[in-house]
């Protein structure tokens, strides 16, 4: 079993920048592909970013490359996503995710654990 809280959302001006955080616990959190999900109103949610249980890989949506980084922390067990030069598209909340299995990490059904979700607000 392994729980996730996210922190760090918040209410930001286009252009500008945020750090969401995630911590898990658990014994095992080098053994989970982390990434982060996001969910606007009226929207599907929505693969943002994974990264892989060493941290040596990373993959983000098309529409966040180049704005979003994110990182991990084994000795922590924690998980970031820098957020910037952002739009107000970018408006959601925020889910922080993990899954064993290395595969599709794209999608929404095959993640085992979520967070309970930070809201990001972006204004124009």
């Known amino acids: 079993q392994v729980q996730l809280v996210e922190s760090g959302g918040g209410l930001v001006q286009a252009g500008g920048s945020l750090r969401l955080s995630c911590a898990a616990s658990g014994r095992t959190f080098r053994n989970y592909v982390m990434g982060w999900f996001r969910q606007a109103p009226g929207s599907e949610r929505e693969f943002v970013a994974a990264i892989s249980g060493s941290g040596d890989s990373t993959d983000y949506a098309d529409s966040v490359k180049g704005r979003f980084t994110i990182s991990r922390d084994n000795a922590k067990n924690t998980v970031d996503l820098q957020m910037n030069s952002l739009k107000p598209e970018d408006t959601a909340v925020y889910y922080c995710?993990?899954?064993?299995?290395?595969?599709?990490?794209?999608?929404?059904?095959?993640?085992?654990?979520w967070g309970q979700g930070t809201q990001v607000t972006v204004s124009s």
């Open positions: 995710s993990a899954r064993q299995r290395p595969y599709n990490i794209r999608v929404v059904t095959t993640v085992d654990y």
